[in-house]
């Protein structure tokens, strides 16, 4: 089983929906994170957690909201959905040594 | 601040030629440095970082990188490319273990035969 998994793989929502995607790790990490991918942009940082009491806004946070629910688990919101938020998501989980391991992704489609 | 330049969004080898994807940093303190290689459809898979200990550092599928603080770079290299090798490499640098990673904006290797 993957370490770090990420649902849903694929979702088409619309203009205005509120949407969720969620990761899970098994690896036992205190640290996890949200990245954002766009074509020829690389990744963006939306949100960091260092654990279940902190949470800290990456460069890209606007229009983004995260939840920490338990150390394996980190979702990401999206409160009102708008064209421009579609992208490839990433989560990425750390145990504090300099190696961030990647979920396979979760690619988003808002109409 | 910290900030990555991958020099070329697209590099293009034949089977068998040597590959060489080239990235920049700059960094206010000694970095540590990656390279994560994305397959088509897939998550980032690391394929090499340089930590402080030794400037070469080798990686998964014959990849390696050197680290040279006097030019900020830190470029990718194989001997010679396989065409398995096709996908999208990112350079990324942290300050500090377990902080977040900045990312270079990704090179596309092509391998054609």
């Known amino acids: 089983d993957a370490d770090v998994t990420q649902t849903p793989r694929n979702r088409i929502t619309k203009t205005g929906k509120r949407i969720m995607l969620e990761c899970s790790q098994t690896k036992g990490h205190d640290r996890m994170y949200w990245y954002r991918q766009d074509p020829g942009l690389g990744l963006q940082l939306i949100y960091y957690s260092f654990d279940v009491k902190d949470i800290n806004k990456g460069e890209i946070s606007d229009g983004y909201s995260v939840s920490r629910q338990a150390q394996a688990k980190f979702s990401l919101s999206l409160e009102s959905a708008i064209p421009n938020q579609t992208a490839l998501y990433f989560c990425?989980?750390?145990?504090?040594?300099?190696?961030?391991?990647f979920g396979p992704g979760t690619r988003l489609t808002v109409l | 601040a910290q900030s990555v330049t991958q020099l070329g969004s697209h590099v293009s080898v034949s089977e068998g030629a040597l590959v060489l994807l080239r990235c920049n940093y700059s960094?206010?303190?000694?970095?540590?440095l990656f390279w994560y290689v994305q397959y088509p459809n897939q998550g980032l898979q690391l394929l090499l970082k340089?930590?402080?200990?030794?400037?070469l550092v080798k990686g998964i599928n014959g990849f390696e990188a050197e680290f040279k603080k006097s030019e900020t770079s830190f470029h990718l290299t194989k001997p010679s490319a396989h065409m398995s090798d096709a996908a999208e490499y990112f350079c990324a640098v942290s300050e500090q273990a377990g902080t977040a990673l900045i990312f270079g904006k990704g090179t596309t290797l092509s391998v054609s035969s």
């Open positions: 990425a989980t750390s145990g504090g040594s300099y190696e961030q391991f």
């Open positions: 340089y930590t402080s200990a030794a400037t």
């Open positions: 960094s206010s303190v000694p970095p540590y």
